[in-house]
């Protein structure tokens, strides 16, 4: 017999469906964020994602 640690509630399924929103409204949010300060934000050079992580801001040294 198969058994499941989780059950499927109307509960999680909300869960689910906020945790989805927020993930989109994320990736909105850092796309319009390069967009403003990346000259390509196709190639993105301040803005990384890293995979299984999340975003990092990555700095540059600065001349003056």
Request: charged share 30%.
């Amino acid at each position: 017999m198969w058994s499941y640690k989780y059950k499927i509630t109307p509960d999680s399924c909300r869960l689910s469906y906020m945790h989805t929103q927020i993930f989109l409204a994320l990736r909105v949010n850092i796309s319009n964020l390069r967009a403003k300060l990346e000259k390509d934000p196709s190639r993105p050079r301040y803005i990384i994602t890293e995979l299984g992580v999340g975003y990092r801001m990555k700095a540059e040294k600065c001349d003056g």
